[in-house]
């Protein structure tokens, strides 16, 4: 026997007790397919899931639970699991320049400066300090041999 | 129209205890080919497979090579591998 739960307008579940699953149906312009996808990801350890319909008009999910938990509670979850990715992609996709500007910054942090910035023209190097060892010895010895 | 469909076309999961298999319909709008080969690859382990893709549907036959293994959730154990498949294989660089 299949019945519609509660007594919603915009109900979207549909319930299926003699065969022990819900049917979900969601309106692709409202939730897009990756979100679809990340709601089903998180109730695939308490539930089997089923993909169909048609992605351009309505997707529909089939949720067949693999413990006792409620049919209808079940479908609530899915649909609450929907809103909260909902959500999470328009927050991240909001923040997405703000994210790239940090990691872009962070990135740059340590490297090298870039061409045209190097100092042109010999270092200051009052204490010999970039002068090979090599080169030192051999003009102390060169010296000590005059 | 997509809900009748899918009512429609039946049972996504089709069990036949008699010879002991289990026929599972996979739409390639919302799953992903590669990972159902992958996911069939992995399930070679435990049963005999049998793959058929259509334009329109991948057909997987399975057949469990163990008697241990429960033939009514072997079908919708392979959807929820192939869904996990096309999440780990979303987040590989």
Avoid at chain 1, 31 to 48: P, S
Avoid at chain 1, 83 to 112: D, F, G, H, W
Avoid at chain 2, 55 to 61: A, G, L
Wanted: aromatic share 8%; net charge neutral.
């Amino acid at each position: 026997m299949t019945k519609k739960s509660g007594g919603s307008s915009i109900d979207n579940i549909e319930i299926n007790e003699e065969g022990n699953y819900l049917l979900v149906s969601i309106n692709p312009k409202i939730y897009g397919l990756d979100i679809v996808y990340y709601a089903t990801y998180v109730l695939m350890d308490r539930a089997y899931a089923i993909l169909g319909g048609d992605p351009e008009r309505e997707i529909l999910v089939e949720l067949r639970p693999k413990d006792n938990t409620d049919l209808e509670t079940l479908g609530m979850e899915f649909n609450n699991e929907l809103l909260n990715y909902a959500v999470y992609m328009k927050q991240s996709a909001k923040n997405q320049k703000l994210r790239e500007a940090i990691l872009q910054r962070v990135l740059m942090t340590n490297l090298a400066p870039a061409e045209g910035k190097e100092p042109k023209g010999p270092i200051e190097d009052p204490e010999g300090i970039t002068t090979p060892w090599e080169e030192k010895t051999w003009q102390k010895k060169e010296k000590k041999l005059e | 129209m997509g809900r009748k469909n899918m009512a429609k076309e039946g049972k996504k999961v089709r069990i036949d205890g008699v010879k002991n298999r289990v026929t599972v319909i996979l739409d390639p709008k919302f799953y992903n080919s590669e990972s159902v080969n992958l996911s069939v690859n992995d399930f070679k382990d435990c049963c005999l497979t049998k793959l058929k893709s259509e334009n329109d549907k991948i057909t997987v036959v399975l057949s469990p090579k163990s008697k241990e293994i429960d033939i009514n959730t072997l079908g919708y154990e392979f959807y929820n591998y192939v869904l996990n498949k096309m999440r780990s294989n979303e987040s590989r660089f």
